[in-house]
């Protein structure tokens, strides 16, 4: 037999066996996985629904949380909200911090995304993990909430020992999906409350950057008519306060002090009204 002709011979031996280990590394892998899958899935049952994370031994975040209640200030920028800030935080066991550019809008996007990709590519048993999208289904919904509530508590609002009711006040909120991310935090934060402050919109469209914005009235009305239908939806879980009503009248803000369970103090609202602040 030539050489030549010997050669490819061996040549297409070699490769018959190269195909027939591949074949066979790729059955034992396809064993390997579903063997891990009936064991989680096992696992899982055991353990009891929504606690996939916890029955595969993944730190828990957040299982001691703390007796807080939640307050944020809805409102737009030059409505007077750091004074309403400042007047909420004189009430005894109240903090309040100032705005965070609604650095909370990641969080909901991030935990919204995850979700809509977690439902998407929910099955019977968990995703394999020669899929392309393997533990995504996993997500554990619970335990996110609670380590991002821990984060945003440890990070931006720091309670005090003395603190019963905690939050910020914010202006930068989103207005396309502002309904969804008012419920996204009340999630994030179980039984949040909402102070919803407005102000003269003509004032408003007079002061600072506003003053620069041709369309400033007809923006401002549209994000203040949609902060209405929003805190309409919330019924006992928010309060709407004027600005010019309290500044003209501190006793316009009696119901909002009963409505936190505070007691109305006349002459320590007076004595934070004396305080000149950044509107």
């Known amino acids: 037999m030539p050489p030549l002709r010997r050669l490819v011979q061996q040549r297409d031996r070699l490769r018959t066996t190269c195909h027939r280990l591949r074949e066979e590394r790729d059955r034992a892998c396809r064993e390997r996985d579903t063997f891990q899958v009936e064991r989680d899935a096992l696992v899982l049952s055991v353990a009891g629904p929504g606690r996939e994370d916890r029955a595969l031994g993944a730190e828990i975040v957040g299982e001691k949380e ?8 809805l409102t737009y920028g ?5 004074l309403l800030q400042n007047l909420l935080n004189s009430i005894p066991g109240v903090l309040v911090r100032g705005e965070n550019h ?8 991030f935990h919204s995304k995850v979700l809509h990709h977690r439902d998407r590519l929910a099955r019977p048993l968990p995703l394999p993990p020669f899929h392309p999208w393997w533990g995504i289904d996993g997500y554990p919904e619970e335990e996110a909430l609670a380590g991002m509530r821990r984060l945003v508590l440890d990070t931006l609002i720091r309670p005090r ?6 939050g910020f006040k914010e202006i930068t909120w989103p207005e396309e999906d502002l309904a969804e991310y008012v ?6 934060f179980p039984g949040a409350r909402f102070v919803f402050n407005t102000r003269n919109l003509a004032d408003v469209a007079r002061s600072k950057w506003w003053a620069t914005m041709p369309d400033a009235a007809e923006r401002l009305a ?3 008519q949609r902060m209405t239908e929003v805190v309409a939806g919330l019924g006992d879980a928010a309060v709407r306060v004027h600005y010019d009503d309290y500044c003209a009248d ?6 909002m002090h009963c409505w936190l369970g505070g007691e109305f103090d006349p002459e320590r609202v007076r004595t934070v009204m004396a305080v000149r602040h950044s509107y």
């Not at 501190?250 to 119901?255: E, I, N």
């Open 183 to 188: 419920a996204f935090l009340r999630r994030l």
């Open 66 to 73: 703390p007796a807080l209640e939640y307050l944020f200030v």
């Open 222 to 224: 549209r994000i203040e």
């Open 102 to 109: 609604g650095v909370l809008y990641e969080l909901y996007r």
């Open 161 to 166: 020992p003395d603190s019963r009711i905690v």
């Open 250 to 255: 501190p006793d316009a803000l009696r119901p």
């Open 78 to 82: 030059r409505s007077g909200s750091t």
